[in-house]
């Protein structure tokens, strides 16, 4: 920071502190609102803090005091307690699953946290709500963070854990926050998977009990399960209905999501760090600050809660969410670590040719002791390998200059191959275990970020690409291995600390990259998207959806993704998977995200890359609204029939709709597609894209135009039973 934005900073902080306003009277209920949700609290007779309310914004003020206190109350049989208070300790008289756990310096593990006070005050798009809760028996404090963004209808919460005890206390628990539900019924949609086949949604009544989705990956985190979820109350969730909770933990390593249903049916979600292998020493006067869990209540369904996150993720949470996307050509499913400089300026003008931004460089440029040949060896070695490129970076941007595209390099900075220079060097730099057989994951091993000279190095690695290279515009950064070997040589006797502490160090190091080169989008990929959360999308401007680029496959994948991410946030590239579809369905696929291609145009033929220049050009005119505009999804892909989205601009001027017909069987029946979101008092014509060179639209409806009332009610016959087909088409309000 500059000592001008330094002391430009300290007038803002000076300013809300000044437009902070108090909760003075504890007997009034503190209220957490957005335009739609309300989150009340209330301080009970007791002293602690306790959720009166959380749903659908109260009309009258007038209503709030008069919300029972009981309204969670565990009372259904023999047992009788106190419950929904909103950061519950171990050991105390509530008896299910607890935010926080403490094991003091006497070895007493109960904690009992009262109110203070609190605060609010202005930041951007939202409010800040701040509630000190304090321990009367040991000096510990914790903090409850709740930004509420009134327009999208989204609230952000986490927590700060802190203590003046002698020794370090012992922290076993530390959810970032807790919501209480007292419903009839609860439905929660998971997200799971493996390698090449993320975002499976699956849908399952809660009982009972606890249900936990987690990780212990450590990195590469989100390979099986995601750190997000849907609820739905009282029923399924449902696209257009109905009352939803959709809810994303941004944290990069080990999470847990906890779902405990109590004797009463009362619900409780507790979000955060997965404690496992991780009983945290907290130092005093240290503030152990939780993951932000952001969350959206929809009474119209996931559709509406999709498109509440995605604005709060475009506005305030993801990199550059404001800005264009740049299109590209990458070079990895189509030269894998075989290329050098003459194949790669080849590609560069490939690139050209298809109208991209950008050529993105994969794996395979570096290291020389022992090149980078394949994934056995190299990783950790960033230098250009000189028999591949004796040009180096620079002749490489050189030619991407003449080719008119920009370039973007790959890297996997946190990761190391045993057989590198690195290794030799600094084996003590490596999550390893000391005394026993080493297990590679992909051959390599994960570096050990909890250590600062590591942070450094991971750091210079980006540092010297770009002070070298200037001209870089892009990262694509990689990680492709759990952490194994469970052993951090840096945390020594506080094993406890690294799952965390390697987290955070990952953070401090992209902190400092977007510190320095603020305008260097980056990609998160990790082994396709073994991470994607809205912690790390902080400093990247996009994720890899998936290194399944089957279109079939994508269709699924994307549709999963999209209940969270936006489109912006998603990359999709065209590429030689599943060729019993045509290029055009897969472009048309890829569409629908950030759209790149990753095969060689000697693969296609004149009239194929013909369409797909045509089709780059599409994408980038309606990036308004497939980027930037609101989503809507319209026929699920479940079952291998067909999937339906359409997208529309904030003005409602131009929308697209993307059909695809995927296996559906020749009795099947064909409704037509009705888009939402357009304007029912506009006209709009309506223009068959993404036509492959000399054919013509067989669309009754092309070239017509139709109110959108007409469109949404009566809709757009694009559907057939043609096999991996796909249909798609502009709306251009006139
Ligand atoms: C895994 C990524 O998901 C791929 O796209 C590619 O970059 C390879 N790693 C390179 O090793």
Same mark, same amino acid.
Not at 370 to 385: F, T
Not at 691 to 694: A, N, S, V
């Given at each position: 920071m500059t000592t001008i934005s330094r002391s430009l900073a300290a007038i803002i902080t000076l300013a809300a502190t000044i437009a902070a306003t108090a909760h003075e009277n504890t007997s009034d209920p503190i209220r957490i609102s957005t335009d739609r949700t309300d989150l009340i609290m209330h301080i009970d007779p007791n002293g602690r803090l306790y959720q009166a309310y959380l749903g659908p914004k109260l009309r009258h003020s007038e209503d709030i005091v008069r919300i029972p206190a009981d309204q969670y109350a565990g009372c259904n049989g023999a047992v009788s307690f106190r419950d929904g208070e909103m950061y519950p300790s171990a050991a105390t008289e509530d008896f299910f699953e607890p935010a926080f756990a403490i094991t003091h310096n006497d070895g007493n593990t109960a904690t009992y946290l009262y109110y203070i006070d609190s605060q609010s005050t202005s930041v951007d798009g939202g409010t800040h709500t701040r509630i000190v809760l304090r321990d009367k028996v040991y000096p510990v404090e914790v903090v409850l963070n709740y930004i509420a963004y009134p327009k999208e209808n989204v609230i952000k919460t986490w927590s700060e854990i802190s203590h003046k005890e002698k020794r370090p206390v012992r922290l076993s628990r530390y959810a970032s926050a807790m919501l209480h539900f007292n419903r009839p019924e609860y439905y929660l949609t998971s997200f799971h998977g493996d390698w090449a086949d993320e975002a499976h949604m699956d849908t399952q009544k809660l009982m009972f009990g606890k249900k936990i989705i987690d990780t212990n990956l450590g990195s590469r985190a989100a390979m099986f399960a995601h750190s997000f979820f849907n609820i739905g109350f009282d029923k399924e969730p449902q696209e257009n209905s109905g009352d939803v909770l959709m809810g994303t933990l941004g944290w990069t390593g080990n999470f847990r999501l906890t779902f405990d249903v109590d004797n009463a049916g009362n619900l409780r979600i507790l979000p955060g760090i997965n404690p496992y292998a991780s009983v945290y020493e907290l130092k005093p006067e240290e503030v152990f600050v939780t993951p932000e869990f952001v969350f959206t209540l929809s009474e119209n369904g996931t559709g509406e809660g999709s498109r509440n996150l995605h604005d709060w993720a475009r506005r305030y949470s993801l990199k550059d969410g404001d800005q264009p996307r740049m299109t590209l050509l990458n070079n990895w499913e189509n030269t894998y670590f075989s290329f050098d400089q003459e194949k790669l300026s080849g590609l560069m003008e490939e690139a050209e040719k298809l109208g991209v931004d950008m050529f993105l460089l994969d794996d395979g440029w570096f290291a020389n002791k022992? !090149?980078?040949?394949?994934?056995?060896?190299? /990783?950790?070695? +960033? @230098?250009?390998?000189r028999s591949k490129l004796p040009g180096g970076i620079a002749a490489l941007t050189e030619a991407a200059k003449k080719a008119n595209v920009k370039f973007g390099i790959w890297i996997e900075p946190e990761m190391v191959n045993p057989e590198s220079e690195l290794f030799e060097k600094h084996p003590d730099w490596v999550i390893m275990q000391p005394n026993r057989d080493t297990y590679y994951y992909r051959n390599q091993l994960v570096l050990d970020l909890s250590n600062p000279a590591v942070q450094e190095h991971v750091f210079n690695v980006v540092d010297r690409i770009l002070s070298e290279? !200037?001209?870089?515009?892009?990262f694509k950064w990689d990680c492709n291995s !759990?952490? *194994?070997?469970?052993?951090s040589p840096y945390c020594k006797d506080r094993q406890g600390q690294m799952y965390i502490d390697h987290v955070r160090g990952l953070y401090r190091v992209l902190d400092r990259i977007k510190v320095k080169y603020p305008d260097v989008p980056m990609m998160l990929c990790s082994g396709g998207s073994g991470r994607a959360d809205y912690e790390a999308l902080k400093y990247f401007t @996009?994720? +890899? *959806?998936?290194?399944? *680029?089957d279109p079939i496959e994508r269709l699924h994948i994307q549709w999963g993704y999209s209940h969270i991410f936006p489109a912006k946030a998603m990359a999709a590239h065209v590429t030689s998977w599943n060729k019993n579809t045509s290029v055009k369905f897969r472009t048309d696929v890829a569409s629908m995200c950030k759209l790149g291609f990753d095969i060689g /145009?000697?693969?296609?033929t004149g009239d194929e890359i013909e369409y797909c220049r045509q089709a780059v050009a599409n994408w980038k005119r309606l990036q308004p609204a497939i980027m930037d505009g609101d989503m809507y999804r319209l026929i699920s892909p479940e079952g291998n029939k067909h999937m339906a989205v359409n997208y529309v601009d904030k003005n409602r001027q131009s929308a697209v709709v993307f059909a695809y017909d995927i296996q559906p069987r020749i009795g099947d029946k064909l409704i037509p597609i009705r888009p939402k979101g357009l304007d029912p008092d506009r006209h709009y014509r309506v223009t068959e894209i993404n /036509?492959? !060179?000399?054919t013509e639209s067989k669309l009754a409806e092309n070239g017509k135009t139709y109110t959108g009332d007409y469109l949404m009610k009566i809709g757009l016959n694009l559907l057939s039973r043609n096999h991996a087909h796909s249909t798609v088409v502009e709306l251009e309000a006139l």
């Open positions: 022992y !090149p980078r040949n394949s994934d056995k060896a190299g /990783l950790g070695d +960033w @230098e250009v390998n290279n !200037p001209e870089v515009a892009y !759990p952490i *194994t070997n469970v052993y @996009e994720f +890899w *959806t998936s290194d399944n *680029t /145009l000697d693969k296609m /036509l492959m !060179p000399g």
